[in-house]
């Protein structure tokens, strides 16, 4: 395996990031402040706690897989489609790297990053409300499987998209309504019964619960369900690199 092109691309990837850290670092997490200011202090103050915890310490893990998921996806699908626009897709095709070097290079700066935010956004939320985790490891454990995952489906998207809009369609007409409808701001056992069922179908429920359930120890759905259906998702987007590679699709398409 080539680890200095892996190198090369994961720390080009890096650079880019820093030198953009208004819009790749301060603007999530300023927007997930405003979500803290609102939803934590206006009208978390109204609000009574959801299983013991009160309401601005129980939206944070949904805030942070909101953020979460947005920014992997993006940060992978963006690194990945601005060289086939800017044509600069062809230095990497003649370099000497195999197609797995090029997505452990892309997908491991874009879950670096995408790690990078989600706890910059866990420290700024003790500025508005205090907090507990009682799983710290199982909480980096969840963080790091959700960043990976979902920054390979960001690769898998800038592989697609032959334009910039379809590189935001995903974001922002699936992954931001399913994670809103995915209990983020509330339990789903709030729901009537009917509802409940319907939103297990959710993928993002499994997520938000599983990373919940790391800071207080409770969820609506069960810890090993959470983790299953997340591992099986990173499978899944696995076997599509794998296949768009295998079939002989080639990244300058």
Known sequence: MNI???????????????????????SPVLSTSLYFIVFGAAIGSRMG?????????????GLIMLSLLNESISNASFGIYMPKWAGTIYELLSAPVNYVEVVLGYVGAAATKSM??????LATSRLFVAYEIQHPIWMLAFL???????????????????????????PLMVITPLTFLGGSFYSINM????????????????????FRWSFYGQADV??????????????????IVWWIFRTGWKLKN
């Open 4 to 26: 200095h092109g892996i190198r090369a691309i994961y720390r080009f990837e890096m650079a880019r990031t820093f030198r953009t850290l208004t819009q790749s670092i301060a």
């Open 49 to 61: 706690a959801i299983g013991g915890v009160s309401y601005g310490a129980f939206i944070i893990p």
């Open 116 to 121: 990078i935010l989600g706890l910059l956004i």
């Open 144 to 170: 790091l499987l959700t960043a990976v995952t979902f920054s390979l489906f960001g690769f898998i998207i800038g592989l697609w998209a032959d334009d910039f809009q379809k590189l935001q369609v995903v």
């Open 191 to 210: 729901l009537p019964p009917f509802w409940q069922k319907v939103t297990l179908f959710n993928p993002v429920v499994y997520l938000v619960n599983g």
């Open 222 to 239: 069960n810890v090993v369900v959470s983790v299953s259906a997340t591992v099986g998702f990173m499978l899944v987007c696995l076997g």
